[in-house]
């Protein structure tokens, strides 16, 4: 389609509206607070708006859309989150805001937290180099099932000075003890190492998929990396990580041997090249 413009006015009289779809038109203009209520769509369960020019979606944009249940933003312009960008929106469960261009989730604890019934959350494709702590904190942290990070530009290294290291304690100790996550995609990522912190902070207890393939540099996978990960059931890895030789406290040994004793203790058995599982 070639629609260039959305005004609240365009939606008049259309109360009953269920499922909008607005996926590949040319849409450009900033979409501004109160757009969809304020045309009197207040009972939409689903907004597709992915691959139009979008490149500003402002605060309160989707205020009064209660009911909305899946909203797709993928596919556009969108460099940056406002925080309360997903205010009011208790009742949603899928957010797809893939193949963007955010650089960063920064919006601190204001970003999802309102998004208490969110189960899938879709971040795949950006240029995603850096999440804040806290993101994840709050009601989403209990609520999400499946978060996909792959194909951004996450970074882990051995260095403990380099500021661009990508730590995931500070990114996932938002979810709690009660957390429901199943599935983790950090696949094609710029990790160089898995540290025996990346996940020790985390309440991760309930995950049962961990997708690292794919992260080209992923050469050392620390003793205990993998320990609070007691419900893990897949974990997705190139071989060419665990046939890696590595020199630890002064004694060659491989990954692969590090790796299979600390799978062991978790119960995965190596299934395929680039699978373990039980």
């Not at 290291?165 to 190492?193: H, I, K, M, T, Y």
């Amino acid at each position: 389609n070639q629609l260039g413009e959305v005004s609240a006015a365009m939606f008049a009289g259309l109360v009953e509206l269920k499922e909008l779809i607005l996926f590949s038109n040319r849409v450009e203009t900033r979409l501004s607070a109160d757009l969809f209520a304020a045309g009197g769509l207040q009972k939409l369960t689903t907004l597709h708006l992915s691959h139009n020019r979008i490149g500003a979606v402002a605060p309160g944009t989707f205020a009064g859309l209660r009911h909305l249940e899946e909203l797709y933003l993928a596919g556009l312009a969108l460099d940056r989150l406002e925080p309360g960008l997903f205010a009011g929106l208790g009742h949603l469960k899928k957010l797809d805001l893939s193949n963007g261009q955010l650089v960063s989730l920064d919006g601190g604890a204001g970003l999802f937290q309102e998004l208490a019934s969110l189960r899938w959350l879709n971040l795949s494709g950006n240029r995603i180099a850096r999440v804040c702590r806290g993101v994840f904190a709050g009601a989403v942290g209990r609520s999400l099932q499946e978060l996909n990070l792959s194909g951004n530009q996450l970074r882990s290294t051995a260095n403990d000075d380099d500021d661009a290291v990508f730590v995931a304690p500070e990114v996932f100790d938002g979810f709690s003890n009660s957390s429901g996550l199943r599935l983790l995609d950090l696949s094609e990522n710029r990790l160089e190492v898995v540290r025996a912190s990346m996940f020790a902070g985390a309440a991760l207890g309930r995950l049962r998929e961990l997708d690292l393939r794919r992260n080209r540099q992923l050469r050392h996978i620390q003793s205990g990396a993998f320990r609070s990960l007691t419900s893990l059931r897949a974990l997705h890895l190139d071989k060419e990580c665990w046939l890696q030789p590595q020199t630890e406290n002064k004694t060659t040994t491989t990954t692969c041997c590090c790796l299979a004793s600390e799978l062991d203790r978790i119960g995965l058995r190596r299934a395929a090249d680039d699978t373990w599982s039980d």
